[in-house]
Every structure is written in C-alpha cells, then in structure tokens.
C-alpha cells in the first residue's frame, strides 16, 4: 500500500481520472475490434450459409417443376372436355412460368457450380418444350376422339333413319319374297354399322386395318345386293325404300371414311406421343444428376462454413480471457489510487462536516487535508464558507427581529383593507339585485358561474348555478338551439371584435321565457368568459300590442270614413250574401260547384274588409275559409253538408265586434246612413222599365229614349274611376304591412265612364289581381336595389273604352311570373302531362294562375296562398264574357289586360 500511495503522491486527482478514462476506453476498443473482427466473420459464414439454403430451395423448386410437369401430362391424358384443355394451357403456358437459377459469386466452387447450372437451365428449358408439345399432341387426340364420337352419333342417326325406313316399309308390303328384300338390305347394313362401330372403339391398329378391308368388301356387298333388287323389282314402295337407303348410304359411307381416318390421326399421334414420354424421362434423368452434383458442392461448401465458424470461435474465446486478466489488473490498480486520494479524503471531510452539523464543531474551525490538490482547493473553499455563514447566522437573527415587528404591522393593515373590499362588494351586490335586470356569465362551456343578480333566479327560475344556459332558455327548434350553442362559442374563439359583433347580432335579442318577454344582452367579457343581460320588457310589449291594436283600429276609422260609399256598399252586399246564402241550393248543382262559390264568395269578402283595416271580420272569415278549405278534399261531402255548416254559422255575427267599434267611435246614427242621395232604387228601377217599354212603342225615336235611360242608369251607379279609387290607397298600406315600398299612384282613365251594376263584382275581384302584386311580384328593397332597380315598386292601373270594349291595365316591375316555378306546381298537383305543358306558350302557361287552388306560395297567409283569388277573377270575368291576357318577364315586371264587352249605353236588352 505504501507503495501506491507514493505513487498516488506524483498525481493529481485530475490526471488519475484521465489515466483511468484512457485504460477503460484502450479496454472497450480491444474488445470491440475483437467482437467486429468475430461478427464480420460469423455474418460472411451466415451469408454464405444463407446462400446454400436458396440453392437447396432452388433444387426443391426445380423438382417441384418436374411434378407439376408429370402432373399436367396426367391432367392431359385424363381431360374429357374443351374447358379441362383451356386450364390446362393457362397452367402451362402463363402460370408454369421458368424458373430464375441463382449462381455462386466469389467462391472456389462457383466455376463448376455455374456449369452445373447452365445445364440444368437448358435441361429445364427443353423440358419445357416437350411439355407442351405433349399438350399440342395430347389436344390433337382429344380434337379427333371428339371428331370420332360425333361422326358416331351422326352415324346412328342414319342407321336409325334406315331402321325407321325398314319397319315403314315392311307395314306396307304384303308379299314374303318383297319383304326378303327389305330384311337382306337391312341385315346387310346392320352389319356395316357393327364394322364401322368395333373400328372406331379398336384400339388395336392392326384389328383396325382388318375391319376396314371387311368394310370395303362390306361396301361392295350391300351396292351388289341393292342393284340385283332394283333390277328384279317393279314395286313402287320397295323402290321407294331402296332409293331412300341409297342416300343414307351415301352419308354412311362418308361417316365411314371420316371415322376411320380420325382413328388412323389418333394412333399416329399416340406414337409420337409415346416417343415424348421416351425423351422426356431422358430429360428427367440428365436434371435428377445435375440436381445431385449440384447438392454435392452445396454440402461441401457448408462443411466448410461450419469449420470456420468453430476456428473463429476459438480465436475470439482465448482474445477475451487475454483482454480480461489485463483488464482486471488495470481496474485493481486504479481503483487502490482512487481511494488512497479520493475515498479517504472524503470520509474525512464528511466527518467534519457531520461534526458541524451537530454543533460538536464550531463553523470558525477549520478542516486539513493531506494532499495538496483538488481536495485542498475544495477544503479551503469550504472554510471559507463557513467563517462566511457564521457571521451571516449572526446577522440574521438581528434581522429576523425586526421582520417580526413588521410581520404584526402588516396583519393589521391587511385585516382593515379586507373589511374595506367586502363592503364595496356587498354594495356592488346590493347594486346589481336592486337593477331590474339578471346579470350572469358564462364559461367555455356555456355553463353559468356561481355569482349572478337576484333578477336572474326571477326571469330564470331558482338554482340556475352550473346549469347550461340552454337549459333555461326556450327555442323553437333543436335547430335553433345548437345554433345559439355554437354562436355563442365562437364569439368566445374570435379575436376580431367586429366579427364578434357579427356573431352577436345572430343571436336571438328577445325571448318569452316563463310567460315574460325577456331582451337579452351579450357582452365579451374574455376569451374565457361571457356575460348576459336581462332584462323584463313584458309591459313594453303589451303597451306596444295595445298602440298597434289603436293604430289599426283609427285605420279602419279613417278608411271608412273616406270612402263610406265603398263601407255602406261592402255592408249591404254581405247582408244580402248572408241572406241569399241557402239560395244556391234551389238550383240543384252539385257539392263541390257550391262549394266553390261560397269558397270564392267568402274569400273576396275577406279581402273587401281586409282593405277597410276591419280584422275581426277578416279574422273570422279567414277562419271559415280554412274550414270549408278541408271539405275540398273530401269526396263524399254533400250538400247537405254544406248547407249545415252555414246554418250553423251567422256570417253577420262575424261583423258584429268591428260594427260595434265602428258604433262606439262614430255613433250610431252613421251605419243607418248608408247613402248622401236617398232614391228609392226601385223607383228608379220602375223608371227604366217605363223608358224601355216607350223604346219599344216608338222606334223612331230610339236613340233619344237610351239618352235618357243612361242617364236614369246613372242615378243607381257609380263611375268606374270611383270603383277603382280605393286601390292606391289599399296597395301602399299593404306595402308597408309586408315591409316594402312603392311609388304613389292613380288610376287613369275617363272619369265619366259609368260601372254597370254587373261589372261591379269583377271589380271587386280585382282586389286579389292588386295583392297577388304585391306579394308575388313587388320584391323588399334589398332585393330590388341588388338588381338595379329603384327601391320603391311600381304599379300602375289604367281604363279605357274603345270599340264597345272596356280595357283595365294593371301591371307592376317586380320579379315577374317564373314558367319554372308553374311547371314544379303542375307537376306537383298533377294537372297535365309535362310533354303537353313544355309546348305551351307562355300566355297559356301564365293563364294557369287563374286555375282554382293553384298558388305558386308554399305557405297560407290572410293575403294568399290558398290559390282562390286570382279563381274569382276569372270566375267573375267569365260571366262578363270578357277575357285576360297576361304578358310577364322575368326581373322586369308583370302585365294583366282585361277586355270586357261594353257598350257606351251599357244597356244589353234595349
């Protein structure tokens, strides 16, 4: 030991660890380059060995070549039909492809191996060869059996046609020496066909060349026996036999002479066949050699191999004792001078450590090494370190005093401000629960946090807490709700506050929630957090209703009061529709003709009192029209039905709420004054009919007498400008109800021009032609301003007369009438065959909207839908004997022309 210490004494710590990391790396090196000398000859060994068991697979390969070879020829011999042959030749020919041979590289023995191989590739190759030239002839043989078998089965066709002939022909004669004819030519045949069947199953050529010598003498035999019978014979029927088996002979001879040349082909080809057997086992025998040679070399070669292996194994077993025992050496030296100047060192510094630590020590003492080295530098560090963390200590504990003077400062400080912020939040709170409104917020996953305004459980309910916001909310769809879910998410995921924005003005802003109308407010609070204001504006809501309900009802007033000749006239003509109403019944039509006036009758009445603003009245008629809309598509109704359903309803209780308003505001002196020119109408009536029957009497003076009766006509009718008057008027409100706008306009036409008492309910018709307008052609203002066109519509209606014909003009430049959309809807109520519509011309397809029920709308409102009003007008037309044309473009705008007869005295019968 002393020894090595003195030795430990010449180095320092930092040149031991040098020493002992250059010994380690010479000893991991020696051993590595051993373990890579042994593997890089253990792998070449492997590779090698890995090469000989791929030429043992080839040999495998090779011989499972040769029995599918054997296989196939089995295969060939044994196939009894084409599809067997086609499988066969697939095999052969695509599937039984070569075999790739693998040669020796880099190998004492690669020379006469590759020869080995090169003959075995040309063997195998020849052997292919004969394969199929054995399937070729093998084919060949199977073509001519096949040829043989149908010229048999043709053959005994013919003998059976004989047969047939013979039996026929034996019925029919009568004399024994005539039948001994016929039984010699028989029996001679039958004998010929046994010859020609015994040759086409021999298989023995020479039997085979011996019945075709009998079969030629045969031949000669039956031509003998058929021209000695011919020549003594005058019996039709017996000649008639002879000639008949004369042709089949002729066919027979034919089968004969093809059936023994297909078995002359097939013993030719069974003997060259025979003489590819013979070549192929030659073949076999040379590949079976070269296989063993082949084998020979490959053990050789792996014996070898294993040799090697055994060698290099040794080599590397005595290297590794070798490296081991030095390496053993070099550890037990390194290691006795790692704890001479290491491990010894250190426990004593440990110790004195310990010893501080325990206070036996006190820090100021210092430790001593025996070595002056690294462990001397550590030591005076320490040293110094502790000289130092004594006086810290000492300094510390001064300090420590004074942070506890402070520490009971700070509590009281801390305790005055905490009392300070909770009364401000309890006056936030009371703030927020004293607003009117429910405030709360929202996390990531739209669940409401703990804290919210007492507001909230009022409009929401009690225990909101971590519930889903969704949850308390009431919405019209699944739809609708998701939609608020993932609306309110993306808010929280934007960035963009003008996006943000975007997205809360998706959101719904009002909702009823338990029976209150509820605004809703939404504020980003953060990425994390969302707030939502409520607020309860259920008695807005209803004081709004309550304005609208006023506003509608000094509409109807003023409506009503501009024009009380249309009011006055509107009610009489209802008091007689509600009287007159059972009326339809006396003329025997059938249900559903009845049912469609009253349905037209009440759905023009509806829109009359909808242009007065009277919406109790349409309300209650909107609601009959719904019901007499179900029994159209009933067929068994009757009308008896019918006539039930309007017994059970008074039409003019319907009337009854809005003429009592009407009373209430304008008293009740203004429904009995009905007229400003009080004239008894039958008077005037009486009148007419006394100016008709002097027309009558005195012809001469015609013209003066339908003066003065169109001027008595006038005193009981208005002109048709104050008829149409209304209608401006009725379609800007209308406008506005459906949120669009149009320019203000007049009716145009000769203001004298006189409504006879007939047109009266075609123009009353027109009311569905001025709101089908508005609806279906005048688009909302977005709509129109994206086509470049003004933002207010346009309608203009004007008259005239000309030629005796009243022409009234009413158009619009909305969107136009779609031949599309009518075609979806024919085709939909199936009303035509679509090849018959598709050559309509649009004025014929354009005069579909007058069919009764058809509406392009998909949904019902009190304006339209139900496809009733634009029935009316031409229901109404129709009974004028008048007619409409009806010209549209699509963006551009729609045309109606109505054409009415009309004569300037508008008197029919005078």
């Keep these: ?377 550590l030591v005076d560090v320490f040293n110094h370190m502790t000289r130092s963390l004594d006086k810290n200590i000492k300094n510390l504990k001064e300090r420590d005093e004074e942070i506890s003077l402070l520490n009971k400062d700070l509590e009281k400080r801390v305790a005055l ?29 739209l669940i409401i946090d703990e804290e919210h305004s007492k507001e909230c459980e009022i409009l929401l309910g009690d225990d909101i807490s971590n519930r889903k916001i969704d949850e308390l909310l009431v919405f019209e769809s699944e739809h609708s709700k998701s939609f608020f879910n993932q609306t309110l998410k993306d808010i929280l995921r934007e960035k963009n506050e003008i996006i943000q924005n975007s997205f809360i003005e998706l959101l719904p802003k009002e909702l009823i929630i338990n029976r209150r109308a509820i605004s809703i407010d939404y504020k980003r609070l953060n990425d994390k957090k969302l707030m939502l204001i409520f607020t309860n504006i259920t008695h807005k809501k209803k004081l709004e209703r309550k304005i609208k309900k006023e506003q509608q009802l000094l509409k109807m007033i003023v409506t009503i009061i501009s024009d009380t000749m249309q009011f006055y006239e509107l009610i009489n003509d209802f008091k007689k529709f509600d009287n007159n109403k059972l009326k339809i019944f006396e003329l025997n039509n059938n249900p559903f003709f009845n049912l469609g006036e009253i349905y037209r009758e009440i759905h023009t009445f509806k829109g009359l009192f909808s242009q007065l603003y009277m919406s109790n009245s349409v309300k209650n008629l ?100 104050q008829a149409l008057k209304a209608y401006p008027n009725l379609c800007k409100d209308l406008a506005e109800s459906l949120g669009k706008q149009i320019y203000t306009f007049e009716i145009l036409g000769d203001k004298r021009i006189i409504l006879p008492p007939d047109f009266k309910p075609f123009i009353k018709s027109l009311i569905h032609v001025f709101r089908n307008l508005l609806d279906h052609g005048i688009e909302d203002m977005e709509t129109r301003l994206e086509q470049g066109k003004n933002e207010k519509g346009t309608i203009v209606c004007n008259f005239n007369l000309e030629n005796d014909f009243l022409f009234i003009l009413i158009s619009d430049d909305g969107r136009g009438i779609s031949r599309d959309r009518i075609r979806e809807k024919v085709k939909e109520l199936d009303l035509m065959p679509m090849k018959e519509f598709d050559k309509m011309s649009d004025e014929r397809v354009f005069g579909l909207i007058f069919y009764e029920t058809f509406s392009t709308k998909e949904e019902i409102t009190e304006l339209s839908g139900r496809g009733i009003g634009m029935a009316v007008v031409k229901n109404e037309l129709t009974k004028l004997d008048g007619s409409v044309e009806v010209k549209s473009e699509i963006n551009k705008g729609t045309t109606f022309i109505f054409k009415l007869p009309y004569k300037r005295k508008a008197i029919e019968n005078v």
Excluded at 304 to 333: P, T, Y
Excluded at 433 to 442: P, R, T, V, W
Excluded at 669 to 680: G, H, M, Q, W, Y
């Design 622 to 721: 909107h609601d009959f029209e719904s019901k007499i809309s179900e029994y159209i598509n009933d067929k068994n109704f009757t009308n008896k039905e019918l006539k039930k359903l309007l017994e059970e309803n008074s039409l003019l209780d319907w009337i009854d709420e809005d003429l009592e308003i009407i009373k209430s505001i304008l008293g009740g002196n203004f429904l009995e004054e009905d007229s400003i020119i009080k004239v008894n109408e039958e008077t005037i009536i009486h009148l007419e009919d006394k100016i008709k029957n002097y027309c009558q009497l005195d012809k001469k003076h015609v013209d003066n007498y339908e003066d003065i009766l169109f001027e008595a006509q006038k005193l009981r009718s208005k002109t048709l400008y």
């Design 417 to 445: 401000r905490t009392q300070e912020l909770s009364e401000k939040n309890q006056k936030i709170i009371d703030l927020f629960n004293n607003a009117k409104q429910g405030f709360l917020s929202l996390n990531g996953d």
């Design 1 to 377: 030991m002393g020894i090595f210490n003195r030795m430990a004494s010449l180095l320092s710590i930092k040149q031991i660890i040098v020493t002992t990391i250059l010994l380690i790396s010479f000893i991991i090196i020696t051993i590595l380059g051993a373990l890579f000398f042994s593997i890089s000859r253990i792998n070449e060994n492997q590779k090698s060995i890995a090469t000989i068991l791929k030429l043992e697979k080839q040999n495998e390969l090779v011989l499972k070549k040769l029995d599918s070879i054997l296989e196939g020829e089995t295969d060939i011999l044994t196939s009894k039909d084409e599809k067997s042959f086609r499988r066969i030749k697939e095999y052969l020919f695509k599937a039984n492809s070569s075999i790739e041979l693998q040669r020796l590289k880099n190998s004492k023995y690669d020379l006469k191996y590759n020869v080995l191989i090169d003959s075995l590739e040309d063997n195998l190759q020849y052997a292919v060869e004969l394969q199929k030239d054995f399937f070729n002839t093998g084919y060949t043989i199977f073509t001519f059996k096949m040829e043989l078998k149908n010229h048999l089965e043709e053959l005994k066709k013919e003998i059976r046609k004989i047969q047939n002939l013979y039996e026929q022909t034996l019925i029919q004669l009568h004399l024994i020496e005539e039948k001994e004819y016929v039984n010699n030519i028989e029996r001679k045949i039958q004998s010929l066909y046994t010859f020609i069947r015994d040759a086409a199953f021999e298989n023995n050529q020479k039997e085979v060349d011996e019945i075709k010598n009998k079969l030629k003498n045969m031949d000669k035999l039956i031509v003998e026996t058929i021209k000695t019978t011919k020549a003594s014979i005058d019996n039709k029927i017996l000649f008639k036999f002879i000639s008949e088996v004369e042709n089949c002979l002729i066919n027979i001879n034919y089968l004969e002479y093809s059936i023994i040349s297909a078995k002359v082909e097939i013993f030719e080809k069974e003997e060259f066949l025979s003489y590819i057997k013979t070549d192929r086992k030659e073949n076999f025998l040379i590949i079976n050699n070269n296989i063993n040679d082949i084998s020979k070399i490959t053990d050789t070669i792996i014996t070898d191999n294993i040799d090697n292996s055994e060698k290099i194994s040794n080599m590397v077993i005595i290297l590794s004792i070798v490296i081991g025992i030095f390496s053993i050496l070099g550890l037990i030296f390194i290691s006795i001078i790692l704890i001479s100047r290491i491990n010894n060192p250190l426990e004593h510094i440990i110790k004195m450590i310990n010893d501080i630590l325990e206070n036996k020590v006190s820090l100021s003492k210092n430790i001593e090494v025996r070595y002056k080295d690294e462990f001397k530098e």
